[in-house]
């Protein structure tokens, strides 16, 4: 299968491919902005090292039938409409990334737009949650311990974060 990742400019889609491949592309672009489409190929055995924890803390095992996934990344500047089209038109599913500061932005619905009329089923990935207020960074732990972990300050933060979030895609985008 392939998988797009799509969003606004700077929210840190070409960021979260380096983690998964343990490599610094988005270090060496122009002014840290990506300006192609660029794609990885992940082995299965990559995935399931990548979702250890997550499956450890759900408990229950890993399971596929793939050999792996394709992912294009694709540019979020607004001057890149062309290839979100194309690589939005080329995938199976899509991760749709949202800087949780700012919300949805002129891109990301451009991009869910994109998405929609294609009917390519998509997952969001919310972005830099360790900016709410008072976060403690977990880098270690799935999502879900790590909030847990926070005080009380960081977890309202993002609640508020969060529900602005659905609110906009709920009324501004009608998903």
């Known amino acids: 299968p392939i998988c797009c990742v799509l969003g606004h400019v700077d929210t840190g889609k070409t960021k979260l491919l380096d983690k998964m491949r343990s490599t610094k592309v988005q270090d060496h672009e122009a002014g840290g902005i990506t300006q192609q489409i660029g794609a990885t190929f992940f082995p299965i055995s990559t995935i399931k090292a990548q979702t ?44 749709l990334v949202i800087d949780i500061m700012h919300g949805l932005e002129p891109q990301t619905i451009e991009s869910i737009h994109l998405l929609k009329s294609r009917k390519t089923p998509f997952i969001i990935a919310l972005n830099k949650i360790d900016r709410c207020y008072k976060w403690e960074a977990h880098p270690e732990l799935p999502i879900r311990q790590s909030l847990s972990q926070q005080p009380e300050e960081a977890k309202t933060d993002f609640e508020t974060k969060l529900k602005d979030i659905v609110t906009a895609l709920t009324v501004d985008v009608g998903s």
Not at 52 to 59: D, F, G, R
Not at 63 to 85: C, M, W, Y
Request: a positive charge.
């Open 52 to 95: 250890e924890a997550l499956y450890k803390a759900l408990k229950k095992p890993f399971q596929a039938k793939i050999p792996g996934l394709l992912v294009i990344d694709t540019p979020g500047h607004e001057s890149f409409t062309n290839l979100r089209a194309r690589g939005s038109g080329l995938c199976d599913i899509a991760i």
